[in-house]
């Protein structure tokens, strides 16, 4: 008769990227719920999702701050940079709390993008796990690679960002606005004076 509570144990990069997957639900731009953790030693150093540095409005509340961007490629796109990317805030963590990332490994949703991958070779991190490819990160394995850090996708997945219109956005800021404004009135009500 088989186990049926005996499964597949998973490797040490299964695990951290489930891992990731939890922190990444903390975003608050639903434009990229990404996560990161960094370990040394198979030990969680630091964790960072994407989202508004501390105390600034966050996408979920306030809407996309939408730039055009013009990629390596030549062609223009719209990204939302109110946020602070998942890899940012998990160096910076370990940063504020003192906590060296030398000979680390790190976990990602999808490949850094070229900011992130400069700091993550300037924190000494030296291996790099991703889920799923990013559409703009060739760069990124180009200096990776020049860096002697170590690359590993998990699938051939590709994550694509979609342009978002001034339109779309505007509609969605709006949206967000609304939601905050029903839930205010709605704790009016709950307070009782």
């Excluded at 990404?34 to 966050?58: D, E, F, M, Q």
Aim: proline share 3%; net charge negative; hydrophobic share 35%.
């Amino acid at each position: 008769m088989e186990d049926i509570f005996q499964s597949k144990r998973p490797s040490w990069d299964e695990y951290f990227m489930k891992i990731v997957e939890i922190v990444g639900s903390r975003g608050t731009c639903d434009r990229g719920k990404a996560g990161c953790i960094i370990t040394k030693n198979k030990r969680i150093i630091s964790t960072g999702y994407a989202g508004a540095p501390v105390g600034l409005p966050h996408c979920d509340d306030a809407g996309h701050e939408m730039h055009t961007v013009i990629n390596v490629d030549g062609h223009q796109s719209r990204h939302c940079i109110r946020t602070t990317h998942a890899e940012q805030n998990a160096i910076v963590q370990a940063a504020k709390f003192g906590s060296s990332l030398d000979g680390g490994a790190l976990y990602a949703k999808m490949t850094p993008c070229y900011a992130c991958a400069k700091m993550i070779i300037n924190a000494g991190i030296k291996r790099v796990i991703c889920e799923k490819d990013y559409h703009a990160g060739e760069r990124t394995k180009e200096i990776f690679a020049a860096a002697g850090i170590q690359f590993n996708l998990l699938n051939n997945e590709m994550t694509v960002y979609n342009d978002m219109s001034a339109e779309e956005n505007l509609a969605k800021t709006a949206l967000a606005m609304e939601n905050k404004e029903n839930e205010n009135q709605i704790l009016k009500q709950d307070i009782p004076f």
